[in-house]
């Protein structure tokens, strides 16, 4: 069951196998938004994003004879490079299922932590079903990337992190992808002070969750056209829908621009190198799309660093 005590175990669980992040001021972009703003900074976790909190703690979850198996799963990336991480520091071989379109950093690095990667479809609503036809043909555990209570469970230590460091928060605000970090994040923090507000930011080409939201039920999508690649997600999970449903005060959709004009200003004004997946909380603050209060102490989560050279520079120079 996610809950509370599912999330502080899972802290326990994995302490000693991952990064406390630091969580920095930013002044200079907090003064553009008129708030006092803190970065939770997951693009300097290990394999470059707070994804590997919740891979690591579904892998404590396995039976032997599952770990013997080995486990599949799939990705844009980011998912797919902290599963090939723990999942080798584990001794679990691991297969992850990208896209083609996948960012080839994010391939090669996938490979490089030890996974078996296969390239298959355009996009996640191809490949989440070739990934379950995998499993079931060479009997591998599925490990779905966001609607498993072990995944959020592990993403949700971010959110107790945050509370630990960063005094008295009026604003929590998370990027969503398929909603795992969002489920965890959210659950930690409103079951710990219901004060805070938490907002979940989507980008306009990949709104499952806003979509869900207005529809009364988890939906998918067919097509994803974003460049926050990370928060392509095809679905919304149903856990996922209904934790959302319950604590996240509202999701916010911007547009790509947005979400470029955050990595730009982590990079130039916190120096902070952030993938746009992980810039599009900044990005929506900057935007004005987050009602925020002036002066209030607002987190945003930075929650990934994992962009190509090339992405970067196109963001750069645009």
Request: charged residues 20%; contains cysteine; glycine residues 10%.
């Amino acid at each position: 069951m996610l809950d509370l005590s599912a999330i502080r175990a899972a802290r326990a669980r994995i302490a000693n196998r991952i990064h406390v992040t630091p969580t920095l001021s930013s002044t200079r972009i907090g003064a553009r938004a008129g708030v006092r703003l803190f970065l939770k900074c997951e693009n300097l976790q290990k394999t470059g994003s707070f994804k590997v909190r919740g891979a690591l703690n579904k892998l404590s979850s396995l039976s032997d004879d599952e770990r013997a198996r080995g486990v599949i799963t799939v990705s844009a990336g980011n998912h797919a490079q902290a599963m090939a991480w723990a999942a080798h520091s584990a001794g679990v071989h691991a297969v992850v299922v990208m896209p083609k379109p996948a960012s080839p950093a994010k391939v090669e690095a996938s490979r490089g932590y030890g996974a078996e990667v296969v390239l298959h479809g355009a996009n996640g609503t191809e490949s989440f079903p070739h990934a379950l036809e995998m499993a079931r043909e060479r009997g591998l555990t599925f490990v779905h990337p966001f609607d498993d209570e072990w995944i959020c469970a592990g993403a949700g230590t971010t959110g107790l992190e945050l509370l630990e460091q960063v005094d008295d928060l009026d604003v929590v605000i998370v990027p969503i992808g398929g909603g795992g970090l969002i489920s965890g994040v959210a659950l930690a923090i409103k079951e710990s002070n219901p004060r805070i507000r938490v907002y979940g930011i989507e980008p306009k080409g990949a709104a499952s969750t806003r979509l869900s939201l207005d529809s009364g039920r988890a939906m998918r999508i067919t097509s994803m056209t974003t460049i926050a690649d990370g928060l392509a997600a095809p679905m919304t999970g149903e856990l996922n829908y209904e934790v959302v449903k319950r604590y996240v005060d509202d999701v916010i959709v911007i547009d790509d621009d947005a979400i470029v004009e955050g990595v730009r200003q982590l990079l130039t004004n916190a120096k902070l190198l952030a993938e746009p997946a992980g810039a599009a909380s900044v990005g929506a603050l900057l935007a004005r799309a987050v009602p925020v209060r002036e002066g209030e102490r607002v987190a945003a989560i930075v929650s990934g660093g994992n962009v190509d050279s090339a992405k970067l520079a196109s963001i750069l120079t645009s």
